[in-house]
Nanobody
Framework: QVQLVESGGGEVQPGGSLRLSCAAS????????MAWYRQAPGGVRELVAL???????TYGDSVKGRFTISRDSANNILYLQMDSLKPDDTALYYC???????????????WGQGTQVTVSS
């Protein structure tokens, strides 16, 4: 089992920046791709950014050029640097990770509890 704990959310003015972190913990597991999703009130959960174990990244169209995903694979920490924030970025941000027993292909998924990001003047 892999547990994910997000941190770094908060309230910021438009144009500001925030950095989210997600710490993954678990014994004898292999973690594959990790990602950030978000869900606004009344909306659906959408992909913000994903980073594979080889470092390749994918971004949602609405955040390209503003957000940067990265990971510290040695310590199983996922980051999301968010710059030029807009009110439309307001949402609950969730961390997601694919994982499996050590030495196997990741085939399970875990979610964090979410961290709130509010962009408002």
């Amino acid at each position: 089992q892999v547990q994910l704990v997000e941190s770094g959310g908060g309230e910021v003015q438009p144009g500001g920046s925030l950095r989210l972190s997600c710490a993954a913990s678990g014994s004898d597991v292999t973690i594959g791709a990790m990602a950030w999703y978000r869900q606004a009130p009344g909306g659906v959960r959408e992909l913000v950014a994903l980073i594979r174990s080889d470092g390749r990244t994918t971004y949602g169209d609405s955040v390209k050029g503003r957000f940067t995903i990265s990971r510290d694979s040695a310590n199983n920490i996922l980051y999301l640097q968010m710059d030029s924030l807009k009110p439309d970025d307001t949402a609950l941000y969730y961390c997601n990770a694919d994982w499996g027993p050590s030495g196997t292909t990741p085939r399970f998924g875990s979610w964090g509890q979410g961290t709130q990001v509010t962009v408002s003047s």
